[in-house]
T-cell receptor
Framework: DTEVTQTPKHLVMGMTNKKSLKCEQH?????MYWYKQKAKKPPELMFV???????INESVPSRFSPECPNSSLLNLHLHALQPEDSALYLC???????????FGPGTRLLVL | GESVGLHLPTLSVQEGDNSIINCAYS??????FIWYKQESGKGPQFIID?????DKRQGQRVTVLLNKTVKHLSLQIAATQPGDSAVYFC???????????FGKGTTLSVSS
């Protein structure tokens, strides 16, 4: 089973809203990732968690705040986003970091 | 800096043909290489990977070839079907090891 699940599937939010994206995997993977993907572009890495500790933050603005409550869950808290933050947000996981990553279906975010 | 490039942004084939998608990478120390398929509105789906100590790896209807001398990676799809229509990304680990660098993607269109 190589399933990564993400909720919600779609999200529309205003620039003053606070919302959270959720990601879950039950494969026993110890590395989890957030990516952002704009239309017709490849995914771009935002954050990496390895063994529930943040190991990489790719200079992402503080209006994006990741959280890893346990080894199966990864959240991305959103606050005061801008319209240009509208994108597909992808979660991925791998057995360890530096191994093949498996992606979830993504959350399509629209910021108005 | 590191880069991953694709030779063709689009590829159109007839159903039943074999398809070849190519990718070039710059980091000669890359330890593994991955191909993903992304259908419209979905997350990237793992197709096949290959480690740097191999030249060829086969899956179901897919073959990945790795030429480390010229830093070239290809994905071959046999007997291409309409369901193969998607964007295909190659991905290579960043020099630091954890992040993936994605190529720009090749859009494969299969006509029946």
């Amino acid at each position: 089973d190589t399933e990564v699940t993400q909720t919600p599937k779609h999200l529309v939010m205003g620039m003053t809203n606070k919302k959270s994206l959720k990601c879950e995997q039950h494969m026993g993977h110890r590395a989890m990732y957030w990516y952002k993907q704009k239309a017709k572009k490849p995914p771009e890495l935002m954050f990496v968690y390895s063994y529930e500790k943040l190991s990489i933050n790719e200079s992402v603005p503080s209006r994006f705040s990741p959280e890893c409550p346990n080894s199966s869950l990864l959240n991305l808290h959103l606050h005061a986003l801008q319209p240009e933050d509208s994108a597909l947000y992808l979660c991925a996981s791998s057995r360890q970091d530096q191994e093949t990553q498996y992606f979830g279906p993504g959350t399509r975010l629209l910021v108005l | 800096g590191e880069s991953v490039g694709l030779h063709l942004p689009t590829l159109s084939v007839q159903e039943g043909d074999n398809s070849i998608i190519n990718c070039a990478y710059s980091n000669s120390a890359s330890d593994y290489f991955i191909w993903y398929k992304q259908e419209s509105g979905k997350g990237p789906q793992f197709i096949i990977d290959i480690r740097s100590n191999m030249d060829k790896r086969q899956g179901q209807r897919v073959t990945v070839l790795l030429n480390k001398t010229v830093k070239h990676l290809s994905l071959q799809i046999a007997a291409t079907q309409p369901g193969d229509s998607a964007v295909y990304f190659c991905a290579v680990p960043h020099e630091a090891g954890t992040a993936l660098i994605f190529g720009k993607g090749t859009t494969l269109s299969v006509s029946s």
